[in-house]
């Protein structure tokens, strides 16, 4: 029976491989994207990523950012797009600002998946030769021995589909790594429309304190003004005696 069942699997698995093939048409690959971009307002492009991705069909897997406060802030970001809108978004994110770099990684999974699905479909026809085997079979030993087989068999075909569902989601959603950089010329000042009302404020602002000043002089002139008037009249006095002083020096 073990020799029966060894030649009509290894004859249901060429057939199935054969069978298989034709799903070589159907290219697999699987594509990831590592990118930087130079933007003004790294959150303002953060938006505008989240928008890009959501109308072809993505979803944005993790968003990181870091020292936003900063005059460098930075937005780490990770997608999932569907492949065939892979360029697209990606052309649509380098337009956001400055690519600063770019690269790109492809795997052809194809015949991976090919051999899956064989061994899935060997594994399956086996599954069900051995549940015929276990209908009749009439001792204890060879249920037990047969279901013990049946038990290794679903768990290795549950383990080739899970595989087989990983390589087509991969295949069938791209992966998208960017970088979010602002770039210098984002963090310069907005122009003041109002400049004509904010040089009126601070030249009034000049103007009060330019007042202020001469007022506190005048101030300090008035409270010390007898001082001042004391040495006036004592200065004038010194000075009408050195006069007559001289006036009074005989001629030679």
């Not at 930087?36 to 790294?42: I, L, M």
């Given at each position: 029976m073990a020799a029966a069942l060894e030649a009509e699997s290894s004859g249901i698995?060429?057939?199935?491989?054969?069978?298989?093939?034709?799903l070589m048409d159907d290219r697999m690959v699987i594509r990831t994207a590592e990118l930087t971009v130079s933007v003004d307002s790294v959150e303002k492009a953060e938006g505008s990523v989240n928008r890009i991705v959501r109308s072809f069909g993505g979803y944005v897997t993790d968003a990181q950012s870091s020292d936003l406060v900063s005059d460098a802030p930075i937005m780490?970001?990770?997608?999932?797009v569907p492949v065939g809108a892979f360029e697209q978004i990606m052309s649509g994110i380098e337009g956001l600002g400055i690519r600063l770099s770019k690269g790109i990684t492809s795997e052809d999974v194809t015949e991976q998946v090919v051999d899956l699905d064989a061994r899935v479909k060997t594994m399956s026809i086996q599954e069900n030769t051995f549940r015929a085997l276990l209908k009749d079979a009439r001792s204890l030993?060879?249920?037990?021995?047969?279901?013990?087989?049946?038990t290794g068999i679903r768990s290795e075909i549950?383990?080739?589909?899970?595989?087989?569902?990983?390589?087509?989601?991969?295949?069938a959603f791209s992966t998208i790594t960017l970088t979010l950089e602002q770039s210098a010329i984002g963090n310069a000042p907005a122009k003041d429309p109002n400049w004509l009302t904010q040089a009126w404020g601070e030249a009034t602002t000049s103007m009060g304190a330019f007042s202020r000043t001469v007022t506190v002089f005048l101030v300090w002139l008035m409270v010390?003004?007898?001082v001042w008037i004391v040495l006036?009249?004592?200065?004038?006095?010194?000075?009408?005696?050195?006069?007559?002083?001289?006036?009074?020096e005989p001629q030679a």
């Amino acid at each position: 029976m073990a020799a029966a069942l060894e030649a009509e699997s290894s004859g249901i698995a060429t057939v199935s491989r054969e069978s298989a093939k034709s799903l070589m048409d159907d290219r697999m690959v699987i594509r990831t994207a590592e990118l930087t971009v130079s933007v003004d307002s790294v959150e303002k492009a953060e938006g505008s990523v989240n928008r890009i991705v959501r109308s072809f069909g993505g979803y944005v897997t993790d968003a990181q950012s870091s020292d936003l406060v900063s005059d460098a802030p930075i937005m780490h970001m990770t997608m999932r797009v569907p492949v065939g809108a892979f360029e697209q978004i990606m052309s649509g994110i380098e337009g956001l600002g400055i690519r600063l770099s770019k690269g790109i990684t492809s795997e052809d999974v194809t015949e991976q998946v090919v051999d899956l699905d064989a061994r899935v479909k060997t594994m399956s026809i086996q599954e069900n030769t051995f549940r015929a085997l276990l209908k009749d079979a009439r001792s204890l030993d060879s249920v037990m021995r047969l279901q013990e087989k049946l038990t290794g068999i679903r768990s290795e075909i549950e383990s080739l589909q899970a595989q087989r569902t990983s390589l087509a989601k991969q295949a069938a959603f791209s992966t998208i790594t960017l970088t979010l950089e602002q770039s210098a010329i984002g963090n310069a000042p907005a122009k003041d429309p109002n400049w004509l009302t904010q040089a009126w404020g601070e030249a009034t602002t000049s103007m009060g304190a330019f007042s202020r000043t001469v007022t506190v002089f005048l101030v300090w002139l008035m409270v010390f003004s007898p001082v001042w008037i004391v040495l006036a009249f004592a200065g004038m006095r010194l000075k009408r005696a050195m006069v007559k002083e001289v006036k009074a020096e005989p001629q030679a």
